[in-house]
């Protein structure tokens, strides 16, 4: 399946981290229907490139998972783990721009950064350490990059201030996620990211990246995320609930209630397909609500 250029993109892109939760099937749900919705094509990206925090495992179970809940995806599944050639060539393109350095610094060092990155490597030459590779902010960047969410609005934000250059091969030599992740919607052809509102700060950067690769840029749109009664993300860490594929119907109308659509009572009890075609006639991405975290519908509710 090859999209023209005028076509709609999206994507879904988990990382198997553990198998899909009701937070992980609002922003699935959300994506595939924006996509639908716009006659257009809906790719699934596996964002295996951590190893530490994955196991491979959950990548049959995460597409189980989908195919159970009607979210069925157009042409080959892209696995970021047989990505790393471009990954490294795009790297090298950044160096010969002399965008990159290498950076030496120890957690010890970065730990009071807390997260902005004060450029200390930047005069270094090539070293034979082991090292970071970090991305050169240019002048431009001191202006604030501005990303307007189709769903949370107005976002900015000033790299030099909120971020400083920023990793972009990490010192055990892993690719970081703004890399993979630009890289990849722009192999895959991604015009449009709907995804949860926790990666909103990422856009940005990944805008800004997007410039410095002469990639075009993309439309965003933010899904608050669903949060425990304590208000913490779902998570695997929060011990989030995995989706059963036998409650597929409920957990795609709790998850279009969650996502501001509104589905009649009527069709609580129907079929996957019947509800997602209702869904994809009547999906209005501006009725998802722009707070950036909403809670879960209570257990008993989806988890039965
Ligand atoms: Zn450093």
New binding site residues.
């Given amino acids: 399946m090859s999209a023209d250029s005028t076509q709609y993109v999206g994507r879904f892109a988990p990382s198997p981290s553990g198998p899909l939760h009701f937070g992980s099937l609002v922003c699935a749900l959300a994506s595939f229907l924006d996509a639908k919705k716009n006659n257009g094509l809906w790719l699934l990206r596996i964002e295996d490139i951590d190893p530490p925090r994955e196991d491979p495992k959950h990548v049959d179970t995460i597409l189980n998972q989908l195919e159970h809940h009607g979210l069925h995806w157009n042409g080959p599944i892209l696995f970021q783990s047989q990505r790393t050639t471009s990954y490294a060539r795009a790297l090298d393109e950044l160096h010969r721009q002399h965008l990159t350095y290498a ?3 120890s957690r010890k060092r970065l730990g009071p950064m807390s997260g902005v990155y004060d450029g ?2 930047r005069a270094r030459t090539a070293t034979s350490e082991p090292h970071a590779v970090r991305l050169t902010l240019a002048k431009s960047s001191e202006q604030t990059i501005a990303v307007d969410d189709l769903i949370m609005g107005d976002y900015r934000q000033n790299l030099h201030r909120e971020v400083g250059d920023f990793v972009l091969r990490r010192k055990d030599g892993l690719y970081s996620y703004q890399l993979a992740s630009v890289i990849d919607d722009q192999f895959q052809g991604i015009t449009r990211v709907v995804r949860g509102y926790d990666l909103l700060n990422s856009s940005p950067r990944q805008r800004y990246l997007q410039r410095c690769l002469n990639y075009p840029s993309l439309e965003y749109a933010h899904v608050p995320i669903a949060v425990d009664q304590k208000g913490h993300k779902l998570s695997k860490q929060t011990k989030a609930q995995a989706l059963k594929n036998r409650l597929a119907p409920i957990n795609l109308w709790n998850a279009l209630d969650w996502l501001g659509q509104k589905p009649p009572k009527t069709l609580l009890k129907a079929p996957v397909m019947q509800l997602l075609e209702w869904a994809m006639r009547h999906w209005v991405l501006q009725q998802v609500s722009n707070r950036p975290a909403r809670p879960a519908q209570q257990d008993h509710d989806y988890e039965l």
């Fill in positions: 950076c030496t610094c200390h490597c």
